[in-house]
């Protein structure tokens, strides 16, 4: 194989696995506002109440 056939080869396996990293970073990201707007609203609930 030459350099070039081994770069293609190594991007091509690399894209879905950095594919699974985003999605696994994007998902701890979500969570992560998810409980931040969920605490906002706990407190605005118990404030008003």
Same mark, same amino acid.
């Given at each position: 194989m030459t350099a070039q056939q081994i770069a293609v =080869?190594? @991007? @091509? %396996? *690399?894209a879905p696995v *950095?594919? =699974?990293i985003a999605? =696994? %970073?994007a998902v701890r990201w979500l969570e992560r506002w998810e409980r931040r707007f969920t605490? =906002?609203?706990?407190?605005?609930e118990a404030t008003d109440a």
């Open positions: =080869v190594s @991007i @091509i %396996l *690399a *950095a594919h =699974v999605d =696994v %970073l605490e =906002v609203t706990d407190t605005r």
